[in-house]
């Protein structure tokens, strides 16, 4: 009978213990992903911890992460309910809502806008470059300028605000500067947002913490205003772009949703849909992008002589006199290996955004149930001894063939975009990015650590890992481009 052939093939999951009411959260530390990944060497590469009420999965190691996500792509597409993923762009975000017939039509609808602004054609292509290109040489002065007289400065924010202001020009037709107050205060406030929603976090799955006045519930309060106030900034902007809306005229990317949602033929979705995408595009293209250009800045001090390489590889590619360009990132491969090891070593963002299963599914001989609460380790994926050589050593020539050219197949092994139906839906434009704003700031900048500081890896927990304050000081090579020497 059924009842016998489950028992019989259906394993239960392994894993540790869990005790009464906290389950494993104290085991966790302050650095879950290396928990899960101690975890899986005793349990397997698919196990079940407990947090609180909820049962979680835990999934590691390139093989059972590939399988679960590409193999069975739709059922490890949801997300959990947790009460905070509610509290995200007016509880209307394509990033932190369940798969549902309506969530794949609004994740189409961003999707195909951000490609349409971005990478669509040529044109597209080089306004977005532009933008970039524009961004990083404001960057590039703001750093000169905060290291005058050999001064040493923390970029984390000016980051933020870059990145941001990349995505409000595509969003918005408008950028907001690196001088206004209220745009960066808005910013600073919401780059704590990662606290709350990374894999780990216990708000969501011990609710009744939030009864107490204690610590985790500051930290959820604080969670509920900076979404409200960042939404009602974004709503703000929105709501004029719709009062001026000229069906013959796309201004922006947030013409070309209203068109999408409100006006689009096949739309099922009501109009504070609208918000709720422009403000999760803006939301998760900051913090991201931020994080790992302050790595790559403490790594390139932290190491000179990469440093020094990649600048003499990019004046014999790109010369003195004038910028680095898209084009060049085919003849530039050490520095897109620089970038690719960046990310594996870093592997900033550990685990993805939690998943859930969207209905019972077996993997690698293990039964989970519909509705289980998913972590997906991509740490364990970017340090797996099986996959890469000296995974503790930072090392981006790992990435070159004997010709100098760049391994295809080891760079798609690196994973911090995610894979399968809740795949990172910036990758493309995240590459780009990054890709213009180290080739111009190497190009332009030397950048020198402060020695009266240790250059620690040390970082933060959250959804995004984040270097411990540090400063470095930026000297200026040659001339100031666009600028008359
Ligand atoms: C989701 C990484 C930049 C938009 C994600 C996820 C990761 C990620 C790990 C979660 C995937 C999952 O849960 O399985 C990154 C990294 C970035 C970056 C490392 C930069 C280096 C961007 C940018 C944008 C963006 C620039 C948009 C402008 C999104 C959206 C989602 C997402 C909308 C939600 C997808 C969904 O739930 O279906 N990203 N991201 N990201 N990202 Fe990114």
Redesign the pocket.
């Known amino acids: 009978c059924l009842w016998v052939r489950n028992l019989t093939f259906k394993k239960r999951l392994p894993g540790p213990f869990a005790w009464p009411l906290v389950g494993n959260a104290m085991q966790l530390g302050q650095m879950p992903h290396i928990t899960f990944s101690k975890l899986a060497k005793k349990y397997g590469n698919v196990y079940q911890i407990r947090l609180g009420r909820n049962d979680i999965v835990v999934l590691n190691g390139d093989a059972a992460i590939r399988k679960a ?1 590409i193999q069975h792509s739709t059922e490890f597409a949801g ?1 959990p309910n947790f009460v905070s993923f509610q509290m995200i762009s007016g509880g209307r975000s ?2 932190f809502n369940n798969y549902s017939k309506q969530w794949r039509m609004h ?1 189409k609808i ?1 999707q195909s806008t ?1 490609r349409a602004f971005s990478m669509a054609n040529s044109q597209t292509k080089r306004t977005f470059e532009q933008h970039v290109i524009g961004e990083a040489m404001d960057l590039v002065q703001k750093f000169l300028r905060l290291s005058a007289d050999g001064r040493h400065f923390n970029p984390s924010h000016d980051f933020t605000v870059a990145a941001a202001n990349v ?1 409000c020009a595509l969003c918005f037709g408008k950028r907001y500067g690196h001088d206004d107050p209220e745009f960066r205060t808005l910013l600073k406030r919401v780059e704590k947002f990662g606290e709350t929603v990374g894999a780990g976090s216990l708000v969501d799955v011990m609710p009744w913490l939030q009864s107490f006045p204690n610590p985790v519930r500051s930290v959820y309060q604080n969670f509920k205003t900076i979404n409200e106030e960042f939404f009602a900034y974004v709503k703000d902007k929105v709501v004029q772009h719709r009062d001026t809306y000229d069906p013959d005229v796309t201004r922006d990317m947030s013409d070309a949703i209203i068109g999408a949602i409100e006006h689009g033929k096949e739309s099922t979705l009501t109009k504070d849909f609208v918000e709720a995408t422009v403000t ?2 803006i939301g ?2 900051q913090d ?2 931020s994080t ?1 250009m302050q790595w790559m800045l403490l790594l390139l001090v932290k190491h000179p002589s990469i440093q020094t390489k990649l600048q003499e590889e990019i004046d014999k590619t790109v010369g003195r006199d004038r910028l680095p360009s898209i084009e060049d990132r085919s003849n530039l491969a050490y520095l897109d290996a620089f970038i690719y090891e960046t ?1 594996r070593f870093t592997s ?2 550990p685990v ?2 939690p ?1 859930s299963t969207t209905a019972d599914v077996t993997i690698e001989g293990l039964h989970i149930p519909k509705d289980t609460v998913v972590f ?1 380790n ?1 740490w364990s994926v970017n340090h797996d001894p099986q996959k890469w050589h000296d995974p503790h050593i930072f090392n981006p020539s790992r990435f070159l063939d004997d010709t100098g050219a760049l391994d295809k197949d080891l760079t798609n092994g690196v994973m ?3 894979t ?8 493309q ?2 590459k780009v ?2 890709f213009l704003f180290s080739a111009i700031l190497l190009h332009q900048c030397s950048f020198e650590s402060n020695p009266s500081q240790d250059l620690s890896m040390d970082c933060s927990y959250g959804l995004t890992l984040k270097p411990l304050h540090y400063t470095v000081t930026a000297k200026l090579r040659g001339k100031l481009f666009g600028l008359v020497s």
């Open positions: 996500l997300r394509v990033t994740r961003a951000l995505i999760d595009l998760a293209g991201t992008m790992v990310m900033f963002v993805t955004i998943h997906i991509q911090i975009f995610s399968g139906k809740r795949r990172c839906i910036g990758a434009i995240a990015e990054v």
